[in-house]
């Protein structure tokens, strides 16, 4: 999984949209993944990451943040884009650290 590709966070957002991860997911009540186009929920086991990035900020290095492009078990694909380091929301932290990451297929 080639990492950091993009050089921003909107960069990284339009050319995933771009690909068909045109959904965007919200942690729920600490034990789900709420799809915000269609309202399907889903647990961690439900979901893969395809892939991830992680940005620090242009004008302040602590401003950190990583974008999930990830996949359900239903074939909804979308973005999850939170902070990281000290200002990570922890409950998505142990959320998406409980999400399988995707195996890709060698070229």
Same mark, same amino acid.
């Given at each position: ?26 942690? $729920? ?16 086991? &439900? !979901?893969?990451? =395809? +892939? ?18 990830? $996949? ?16 990570? &929301? !922890?409950?998505? =932290? +142990? ?13």
């Amino acid at each position: 999984m080639k990492l950091n590709q993009y050089t921003s966070v909107a960069h990284a957002t339009q050319a995933l949209r771009k690909r068909g991860f045109k959904d965007d997911f919200k942690l $729920e009540e600490k034990k789900w993944m709420r799809n915000l186009n269609n309202k399907k929920k889903y647990k961690s086991g &439900d !979901m893969s990451i =395809v +892939e991830y990035h992680r940005f620090e900020g242009m004008s302040n290095p602590s401003d950190l943040s990583i974008l999930f492009a990830v $996949e359900t078990h239903s074939g909804d694909k979308g973005i999850i884009v939170s902070s990281y380091g000290m200002y990570a &929301d !922890m409950d998505l =932290v +142990e959320f998406m650290d409980k999400v399988r990451v995707k195996e890709r297929a060698s070229a």
